[in-house]
């Protein structure tokens, strides 16, 4: 079998594996989001951090909520960092630097999970377990709460009530990630990921001499690393590491699971809004752009004109020959088309191109599918500007599920699209204008400029992946990307919950014939066509500077 018809099954393979769970999981999560009752454990839960879950909040108080619970995890996981060294289970491991701990902190907290340390030299046994795969669950739970409050501003009429945080952040853990960690966890162990709490011991190398390796509950973080959309690597080479991925059928696995809930909240949102055509259009949207990103990466990847790439047949620098071509595209194509960030290959040695593709898939906003619930709420924003879009070409006040799309509207949603450039282009001229920042870069000219671009979409997009020529562990890069995460994951949020407040207030407009139909073929590709606009005026002079002029040279 060839590699490309290879990476073509993978691909078909993929595809269907995420239609066979999109209805029932997205019927699930619908459920879990509109029941008046609370499990036992939930309860207990509820009890224990004083919350009442039945309490209506309007926007103020559920982004009140958010950024309580956020603040909260940032400190706590924090001094987690800073106390390692004389809690049990360190592994002999120091505490952890404050400008790296304060940037680790906020990367998981937001749903980032970039890393600025190795992971198997840095962090014991209580950090990961008790730090850090939490927040990699209560993170993606936090995205999901968001979603649904917007989906609710649609879905309710003439109320100020999203819901209850509280009741929607315990849900998403309790009964929508958990159960699916614990089934993938076994899967991964049972397919060769490791899961046990050994200590450091010598590992023997083919050329000679040894290494040292620690073990840890690898599997557990693996699973939800990925099924939430944060990519917080266990090892330092992530998801190219044998014990974090070690088949062709791990990897794929691991992609599906990243695939999983964000695909599937398309149908969460169609059921919740009364319109499951709604959300075949939003899905159609994500799966349009993702299959088209796979394919162009493949491409670049397999037939990039390169001397060395042709001699080889392929652009396997940096890649793992156990995945291949095409399983390593796929995944940088998910990986950066989400907020996961995870890696089974090396994004640096990617061609000019493949690199650009990467970038590009961050630059969208990581709405195809996006993260778990970032995505959908980003992919609703868009949905707005497009049919805004729309209204100006045929002179119509623009509507959207009832809603009408006024100043107010627009403007929130104009809000959300700028706070990710303004975060991005200024702290990349800033860091290439200094002479300490700069001094980080492996490479000059054109690659040298993605390696900084890269590391400040990655931050302010909350992906957390990187061209890792970059030396990221500095007092400058651990401070500007960790005020880029902070900014870039919970402002967006800030207009998200005013905007699904302005719509739960509006009385719902009837349809006429006038009514632009945002169920239909033409939306969607309506709303594909406003994405790629938008993006390319605001980011392409940058990506002009790096992977363009790379993948062109």
């Known amino acids: ?171 998403g853990v309790v009964r929508v990630l958990v159960p699916i960690a614990v089934v993938g966890a076994v899967v991964l162990v049972a397919c060769g990921v490791i899961q046990n709490f050994s200590g450091i011991h010598e590992v023997g190398q083919f050329a000679g001499g040894s290494q040292q390796w620690n073990g840890g509950a690898v599997a557990s973080q693996e699973v ?31 992609i599906y699971l990243i695939l999983l809930i964000p695909f599937s909240l398309t149908r969460t949102f169609g059921l919740m809004v009364g319109s499951v055509r709604q959300g075949y259009a939003i899905l159609a949207t994500m799966a349009t752009i993702w299959a088209g990103f796979v394919a162009l990466m493949m491409w670049t990847e397999f037939a990039h004109h390169g001397p060395a790439v042709q001699a080889a047949g392929a652009a396997m620098e940096g ?55 970032c995505g959908l709420y980003g992919m609703l924003v868009m949905a707005i500007v497009a049919v805004f879009v729309a209204g100006l070409m045929v002179g119509r006040t623009p509507e959207y599920l009832g809603r009408k799309i006024g100043s107010r509207e627009i403007k929130l949603a104009a809000c959300y699209i700028l706070v990710t450039p ?22 000059s000219g054109a690659h040298g400029f993605s390696e900084i671009l890269y590391a400040y979409t990655s931050g302010a997009n909350n992906n957390g992946s990187a061209f890792a020529g970059l030396n990221a562990d500095t007092q400058w890069f651990n401070t500007t990307t960790g005020l880029a995460m902070l900014l870039g994951r919970f ?47 605001t980011y392409f002079p940058a990506l002009a500077l790096g992977p363009l002029a790379e993948g062109l040279a």
Request: charged fraction near 10%; glycine fraction near 12%.
């Open 319 to 373: 890649k793992e020959v156990r995945f291949g071509i095409g399983g390593s595209s796929i995944f940088a194509v998910s990986t950066t088309l989400t907020s996961t960030g995870a890696v089974d290959s090396f994004h640096s040695s990617f061609t000019g191109l493949g690199g650009g593709i990467t970038l590009l898939g961050m630059m969208l906003g990581e709405i195809a599918p996006g993260g778990v619930g």
């Open 491 to 537: 402002l967006p949020m800030v207009f998200v919950l005013a905007l699904a407040g302005s719509l739960a207030g509006q009385r719902p407009v009837p349809v006429t014939a006038g009514t632009l139909r945002t169920d239909k073929p033409l939306h969607a590709g309506l709303l594909t066509g406003t994405i790629l606009i938008v993006t390319g005026l």
């Open 224 to 254: 939800i690393k990925e099924l939430g959309t944060n990519g917080g690597g266990y090892f330092n080479a992530n998801s190219a590491h044998p014990f974090e991925n070690p088949t062709p059928f791990t990897n794929l696995f691991e």
């Open 1 to 171: 079998m060839g590699p490309v018809l290879a990476g073509v099954l993978q691909l078909l393979a993929l595809a269907a594996a995420l239609a066979l769970v999109h209805k029932p999981l997205g019927a699930w999560t619908a459920k879990v989001y509109t029941s008046d009752t609370h499990w036992r454990v939930e309860k207990w839960i509820y009890k224990a951090i004083g919350a009442d879950p039945d309490t209506e909040m309007r926007w103020p108080a559920y982004l009140r909520g958010v950024l309580a619970f956020s603040a909260v995890g940032v400190l706590f996981l924090y001094l987690l960092q800073r106390l390692q060294g004389v809690l049990p289970g360190s592994l002999g491991f120091a505490s952890i630097d404050p400008d790296q701990a304060f940037n680790t902190a906020v990367s998981f907290v937001t749903n980032t999970n970039w890393q600025s340390y190795y992971g198997e030299q840095a962090m014991g046994h209580v950090v990961q377990t008790a730090g850090l795969a939490v927040q990699n669950f209560v993170s993606a739970a936090v995205g999901m709460a968001v979603a649904v409050a917007l989906v609710r501003g649609f879905a309710r009429s003439r109320t100020g009530g999203l819901g209850n945080f509280w009741a929607d952040l315990v849900r």
């Open 422 to 443: 303004a975060l991005v282009l200024p702290l990349t001229a800033l860091a290439l204008a200094l002479p300490t920042p700069a001094a980080s870069m492996t490479h």
